[in-house]
């Protein structure tokens, strides 16, 4: 159907007035509708959660790292995290500052790349070598805490990744993860996330 057509014809002399008087709205599609859970997190039939992809195209919340060479040369998690969580979910808490059902937040890994750059020593990012996720699901985690399901991605020693991850055990994740200063997420590393924790949009120097 072209442009043309999309109001009866028996209108069109209001539309042309109102337009005239320029009081007229058009019609615009809902770009802020917001989009369905499985746009962000999807389940295949398995059960599994299917690799998230689109996700540095998501809200950016930090990249903490624990080095190697300050953890006495074995790190748990020797290498950068690139965290970034799903623009619906940012909006929520926005809001309310909470993690709503449906939250996906995605860690990527980076390694370490050089630690020194023309304006000093440091830690600076490498390649991706890693993903790993946790969905906040009422529906696919009833008795799991905080109804969080952690997944990993990574496929050790290759830049390839799953295409889907079964949930982790709960020793594995989520027990440490109560040590996250909101809901199971380390919030308390992130200003991002508590400059704007159910404070609307952050303003720059905000606290
Ligand atoms: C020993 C404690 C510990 C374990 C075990 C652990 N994590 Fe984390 N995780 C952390 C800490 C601390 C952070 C934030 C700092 C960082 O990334 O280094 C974090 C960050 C994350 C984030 C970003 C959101 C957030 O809460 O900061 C995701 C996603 C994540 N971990 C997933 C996992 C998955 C999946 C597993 C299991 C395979 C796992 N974690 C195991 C401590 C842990």
Known sequence: MSQNNI????????????????????????????????????????????????????????????????????????????????????????????????????????SVGSKQTFSGNGYFQGEYIGLEAMVKSKEHFPDAPGHWGFFRFTIENSSNLLKASTVQAKESCSTCHQSGATDYVFTQHYPVLRAAKAKGEMRAGGK
Do not use: C
């Not at 069109?12 to 962000?40: C, D, G, K, W």
């Not at 903490?64 to 690139?82: R, Y």
């Open 7 to 110: 109001y009866p014809k028996k209108l069109l002399p209001s539309i042309q007035i109102a337009m005239m008087l320029n009081t007229f709205t058009l019609p615009v599609p809902a770009v802020n509708a917001a989009p369905r859970e499985e746009a962000y997190a999807n389940f295949n039939k398995a059960g599994k959660l299917v690799q998230p992809t689109g996700y540095r195209e998501w809200i950016f919340v930090g990249a903490p790292l624990t080095p190697n060479d300050m953890n006495n040369g074995k790190a748990a998690f020797p290498e950068f995290h690139n965290v970034y969580i799903d623009p619906v979910s940012w909006r929520h808490w926005k809001q309310t500052g909470e993690f709503r059902d449906g939250t996906i937040v995605t860690k990527e890994l980076v």
